[in-house]
């Protein structure tokens, strides 16, 4: 028997939509194009489906409704112009980090030397090297479990053509990290761990898929911005652009710790597409 496409997918999006799945239909035809290795606008002129099909895709369905996020379900995750690996141990790439690459846009030119810190799967460092003719990239990652997905990434995108990266185990509390570089970076992305520990019981289901390293950062949630603001400070160039995603509510302690530390010609709130103050960032003085 084979069964269609058309009515496993509105099964499949009704199950979804009635557990509170915000995208419920391009979760749906998400992971139906994972089961069928077909891409979603495939599915469009597919009619039917194997049992077997069927049978994997209400599997997917049922643990997605617990809470497992779509991108481990079908272990990749898109960003800007790529897909890339994820699965447990490594923060899934949100869609509003995207942003963050336009901001350094001006500054991404032939000689510039760019360091993402905390660099998880590789989204912002992969992404500058796929889309700019930068002279190198760095990425720092602390996470073990992170670095293997980071390193499988890199692997991968040099392996379809895209611009090496340079991947560096490391810790950005740690003052001595990149000390060659002291002075000589042109542009410094991040997008650390910033939630409040306290809002640990109030997030969203699939944020306990992200590693907690990944998400929680102290009390306040500002635990690591100081070491990510002097580690920025010591490593850029004069003229050199920092820019930092952050919660939105803590965009003025951000200018604050800014303006705090006397290193920096010009500071700025920034934000995200919906209007929230997401990002900020500064020029070196
Ligand atoms: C919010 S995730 C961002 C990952 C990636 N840049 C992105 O935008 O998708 C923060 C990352 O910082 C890493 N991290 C947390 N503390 C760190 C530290 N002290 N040094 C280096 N990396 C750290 C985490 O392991 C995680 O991969």
Not at 82 to 90: I, K, S, T
Not at 153 to 182: H, K, T
């Amino acid at each position: 028997m084979r069964l269609t496409v058309r009515a496993e997918l509105a099964a499949a999006t009704a199950e979804l939509a009635a557990a509170g799945v915000d995208s419920a239909r391009v979760e749906a035809e998400l992971l139906l194009s994972h089961v069928l290795g077909a891409s979603r606008s495939r599915l469009l002129i597919t009619e039917t489906l194997s049992p077997q099909a069927s049978a994997r895709l209400r599997q997917l369905v049922s643990r997605r409704v617990t809470g497992v996020p779509v991108q481990h379900l079908t272990g990749a995750a898109p960003f800007r112009r790529l897909e890339l690996a994820v699965g447990p141990g490594v923060f899934i790439p949100r869609p509003e980090t995207e942003l963050l690459i336009e901001l350094a846009e001006p500054w991404l030119t032939p000689d510039a030397t760019v360091v993402d810190l905390g660099a998880g799967s590789g989204a912002i460092a992969l992404s500058v090297a796929r889309e700019f003719p930068v002279a190198r990239v760095i990425a720092v990652e602390r996470s073990e479990r992170a670095l293997h997905w980071l390193r499988r990434n890199a692997a991968d995108r040099q392996a379809a053509g895209d611009r090496p990266i340079e991947v560096l185990p490391g810790d950005i509390a740690d003052a001595g990290l990149l000390a060659e570089l002291a002075g000589e970076v042109s542009v410094v992305l991040a997008n650390p761990p910033y939630v409040p520990e306290s809002y640990r019981d109030q997030l969203p289901a699939e944020v306990a898929h992200d590693p907690a390293e990944a998400v929680f950062a102290g009390e306040d949630g500002l635990a690591l911005m100081p070491a990510v603001i002097g580690l920025a400070a010591r490593l850029l160039r004069p003229g050199g652009f920092l820019g930092i995603e952050h919660d939105q509510t803590h965009a003025e302690a951000l200018t604050r710790l800014l303006n705090a530390s006397g290193c920096w010609a010009t500071v700025a709130g920034r934000p995200d597409l919906t209007g929230r103050p997401r990002f900020s960032t500064a020029v070196r003085g």
